[in-house]
Each structure stands twice: as structure tokens, then as C-alpha cells.
């Protein structure tokens, strides 16, 4: 079929810049292998908004539990209305998060709390760009995510044309740099679009046509130009088989409908089968965590018609349908990462809600992890004394949790940490043996 000059150049051009950042010049140094050769893989999901990191594990100790509910009178949760936490009495956990003590109990769930960085800031924009560029003073654009890319290598021979993407809209800046990350709801829609829509017969002609002019024998200037070509096609043909419309969870498991629960479960489609794929990171986002006004309803806090009941129910029940589905062999060389910007004021406010504070919440799920509550006792920060007057404090530094991420399950030494977090000196958060 033939194809118009001036659609088929329009294509071109849009393919060279889907992938143009692909084979940016770097030096990659490689990592350790998965048991057998398997791929070692991260999802990350951002909360946006900020957490309420406080209502969402909450210290039952008696002194801090008072202390809780003076607080917030009617914003803090009876103890009765908590789940018990397995294995661990100074904490309990909100009542959307009970579907995962199955998982804390098989210690395939840990919890850090009281989690920031030096100078916090309660600024959206400032504190998610540190959290995303793992450095606090932002001196870097490039993401964390973007830079463990760019600093490694992927154990399959031959490489991957994409070892990351981002299921949304928008890239976060953590996966944002010099390596390409897609971004698609469904990667297996992704199409050239070219004039408008095509039909199957011309879009088909169409590839057939360019993926030609890339395949030719040329040396010289356009080598990176040709090998963009045919990583693009390349990553088009993979993910050809992989719409989420199509998609059958494994082992009975159901995500919630919603646009967490879809883009979760398109994550899970993605990971499995390491070849032809071989995508080691998964960024998604889920939003709505600025809760000012309306938090809870005060007359009954358990109501799933709240926003952070819903919120937290959405991504506990997300949680658990991707472990059940992936299933414990594949959670053993997968971890799930939950991260928010900031928590919010221990103190309600006069809207049924929290303002912006310090001390957050990371959840950290998946075979590598022990199942641990960390920062609860002796290291607590009491809420005797807040952070700054108003904020649970923070003891462990965000970047500590993705040192030991990227150290302990995705293979890196320390030496190559330095370019993916420079400037900072680890210490063990303890979360993964």
C-alpha cells in the first residue's frame, strides 16, 4: 500500500522523539542478577497531596494514644475502630489497610514511619522534587529512577529497548532524564498516529514502511538515528500483546475498579514474563491526598464516603490483587514502594481535615521485605514534643529507604549509589534482611 511522503516523514519524526533519549551516551556499569538470571523489578507508587501518615498508623501506646486523640478529638480513630497491626502492639493500622495483615503476618509488608529529610518543606512542589530527585535542594533535575537507569545495566543479553515505564498521563520527575520512559493507561495501545487515526491495513503498511528504512545497513553519523528506529519498533512489537482490556488477573485476584486498581493491574501485566519485555521499573501515581477539609465525617469515621478512607482503601486492595496475582514466586524478586511528600499536621484543623506537615508514612511490599513496623517504640518521635510545634517529626531519611532499595534487591553496590543519590551517607532502615 502506498503511503504519503508528507505522512510518512510525520511518522518518522514522531517516532525519533518517543525514543530519541534511548541511546543517550552514558556509562553503564552492571548490576547483580535475580536468582537464575531473573530480573529484579520496583513499582512505585507516589501518593499525592501528602499523606496523613498519623491516621494511617497510629501509635496505641498509651502516653502517645492520648496524646493521638487530643490531638484530633474528632479526626483520631477509637482503638476499637483500628485493625490490629500482626505481630506488633505499639501500633495499629486504619480500618481501609485491614485486607493487608495477611501480608504483614507473612512478613510480605513492611511499614517505615516517621519518614522526611533535613529542613523539611511543606511545599508540594518543593518537597515531591525532593522526594523525587533524592535531593533535598533539588541541584539536579534528572529523577532517582531515571538515574538507576542510567547508572546500570539490565541482567538479559541482549538489553531491553525499555527497562522503565510510567502507566499514567504524565512522567513523574523520579522517572524524567536521560534514559526514555514511556508513559501510556494501556501500553498495549501505544500506535503511531499519523493524520488522525488510521485503519489496521495502513497503520500496518506504515510500520512496514519505516521499520524498512531503520532496518537498512548504514554506518556512520545516523547510527544512534537507526538504532532509536529499531528500538521503538522493537518496544511496539513487545508490548503489541499487553492491552489491559485483555487482561485475565492470575490466581483469582480482583483489583478495584478504579484508576488505581487499573493502572496496578496493567503493572502486573507488564512485570510478568521477563523476556521479551524485561521492564524492571513501574512508576504510578495516585492523587487526591491533600485532605484540608472533610478528611473524615466526624459522626462516623469508618464511612468509605471520605476521602482518605477511600484513598487508602483503593491502594490496600490494589496492594493485595497485584501480590495475589503476581503471585509469591514472582513477589520474591518484586517490591512494591509507597511513597508520599510529606505527612500532615498532628493537629486537626477547623475543617475536619490536616494541613501540610513533616513526618510520613512508606509502605514497602513484596518477598525481599521482613514484614516490620519500623520506628515504633524507643525511636518513636513523641508527640510530646512536635516538629516545630505542630508535626510528628521524622527519624528515618527518605533516601535511606531507596539506598536500601536499590542496594539490597535491585543489586547495587555503593559505589554506583553515589550517582543515583549522590552526596548522601546510608544508614540501614532494616527493612530488607
Request: aromatic share 8%; no cysteine.
Amino acid at each position: 500500500m502506498s503511503i504519503k511522503r508528507r505522512t510518512f516523514l510525520k511518522a518518522l519524526a514522531g517516532g525519533m522523539t518517543l525514543g530519541s533519549q534511548a541511546l543517550a551516551a552514558r556509562s553503564a556499569k552492571p548490576r547483580l542478577r535475580g536468582k537464575g538470571g531473573v530480573v529484579k523489578k520496583l513499582v512505585v507508587v507516589f501518593q499525592r497531596g501528602g499523606n496523613d501518615a498519623l491516621n494511617t498508623l497510629v501509635p496505641v501506646d498509651a502516653t502517645q494514644y492520648n496524646l493521638y486523640r487530643n490531638l484530633r478529638p474528632t479526626l483520631g480513630f477509637t482503638t476499637n475502630q483500628l485493625s490490629p497491626v500482626p505481630n506488633n502492639s505499639f501500633f495499629r493500622m486504619h480500618p481501609a489497610l485491614n485486607p493487608m495483615s495477611g501480608l504483614i503476618s507473612g512478613g510480605d509488608l513492611s511499614m517505615i514511619h516517621a519518614v522526611g529529610y533535613p529542613d523539611s518543606d511543606r511545599s508540594h512542589f518543593e518537597s515531591q522534587a525532593y522526594y523525587e530527585t533524592a535531593i533535598p535542594g533539588n541541584s539536579l533535575s534528572s529523577g532517582w529512577l531515571n538515574r538507576f537507569l542510567q547508572n546500570s545495566t539490565s541482567p538479559l543479553n541482549p538489553e531491553p529497548p525499555i527497562r522503565g515505564i510510567h502507566i499514567g498521563s504524565n512522567i513523574p520527575q523520579a522517572a524524567s532524564g536521560q534514559v526514555s520512559v514511556p508513559v501510556s493507561n494501556n501500553f498495549g495501545r501505544l500506535r503511531l498516529e499519523v493524520d488522525g487515526a488510521l485503519d489496521d491495513t495502513r497503520e500496518a503498511a506504515l510500520r512496514e514502511e519505516i521499520r524498512n528504512i531503520y532496518n537498512l545497513d548504514i554506518t556512520g553519523s545516523n547510527d544512534r538515528v537507526y538504532g532509536t528506529g529499531r528500538k521503538i519498533f522493537q518496544m511496539l512489537d513487545n508490548f503489541a500483546d499487553r492491552d489491559l482490556d485483555d487482561y485475565v488477573p492470575e490466581n483469582g485476584a480482583v483489583y478495584p475498579d478504579s484508576r488505581l486498581g487499573e493502572r496496578v493491574a496493567h503493572a502486573a501485566q507488564m512485570l510478568k514474563d521477563d523476556n521479551p519485555l524485561g521492564i524492571e521499573v513501574v512508576t504510578i501515581d495516585q492523587g487526591g491526598y491533600d485532605t484540608h477539609a472533610g478528611q473524615v465525617n466526624p459522626n462516623n469515621l469508618t464511612s468509605l464516603d471520605t476521602p482518605h478512607m477511600e484513598l487508602l482503601d483503593e491502594l490496600s486492595r490494589s496492594m493485595v490483587a497485584f501480590y495475589q496475582d503476581m503471585g509469591a514466586t514472582r513477589m520474591d524478586d518484586i517490591l512494591f514502594l509507597v511513597v508520599t511528600e510529606f505527612g500532615r499536621r498532628a493537629y486537626q484543623n477547623d475543617s475536619n481535615g490536616t494541613d501540610h506537615g513533616t513526618g510520613a508514612l512508606a509502605m514497602v511490599m513484596g518477598g525481599p521485605t521482613n514484614g516490620q513496623m519500623i520506628n515504633g517504640g524507643g525511636n518513636w518521635p513523641s508527640l510530646a514534643s512536635l516538629y516545630r510545634g505542630h508535626d510528628l517529626g521524622w527519624v528515618t531519611d527518605f533516601r535511606d529507604i531507596y539506598w536500601e532499595i536499590l542496594r539490597n534487591h535491585m543489586g547495587m553496590n555503593d559505589n554506583d549509589l553515589q550517582a543515583v543519590i549522590p552526596g548522601h551517607t546510608y544508614s540501614p532502615v532494616g527493612f530488607i534482611p
